[in-house]
């Protein structure tokens, strides 16, 4: 599990070079901390786009960008991730939030909806600002 989970909008080399230390307030970027980013991330996405979590898995998605043994890791955002996100209503998130918490309580992690609904909400208006085309959105874990 991820204690400390930012997402970042960064060029690429940006991206790596915040593998030890997280990015900083030089960055647009949201925190939130206690879940399994990786595994989010698989679980968005395969809600959205229907495309099953273990073929995300066999694709490498999310790509891994730099990671630390043990320690940190950076991960890409896909473009199908970026773009549901983009293109989902408020009650397709809404639906996605209520889902994610459904299903991480199967597995015994608790994942209230307000902070389901907070995380989703402020990625989908992070995912929606205007980004320079060589820019991305990251996700940092520590």
């Known amino acids: 599990m991820s204690s400390i989970v930012k997402f970042f909008v960064a ?3 940006d991206a790596l070079d915040v593998l030890n ?3 900083d307030a030089s960055f647009r970027m949201i925190s939130f901390g206690n879940f399994d980013a990786e595994e989010a991330l698989l679980d ?3 809600h959205l786009t229907g495309n099953s979590f273990e073929a995300l898995v066999e694709e490498d998605i999310p790509e891994v960008v730099a990671e630390s043994d043990g320690g940190p890791a950076v991960f ?3 473009d ?3 773009n549901a996100f983009s293109s989902s209503s408020t009650y397709q998130i809404e639906d ?3 889902w994610w918490v459904n299903e991480k309580a199967d597995s015994g992690m608790e994942i209230g909806l307000p902070i389901s609904l907070g995380i989703l909400h ?3 208006d ?3 600002q205007e980004r320079e085309p060589q820019e991305g959105i990251y996700c940092w874990t520590s």
Request: hydrophobic share 55%; with cysteine; glycine share 4%.
């Open 126 to 128: 992070l995912t929606c």
């Open 21 to 23: 230390s997280g990015p």
């Open 80 to 82: 199908s991730l970026l």
């Open 122 to 124: 402020a990625l989908v």
């Open 11 to 13: 060029a690429r080399a």
């Open 96 to 98: 996605l939030a209520q």
């Open 76 to 78: 890409l955002l896909s």
């Open 44 to 46: 968005w996405e395969s």
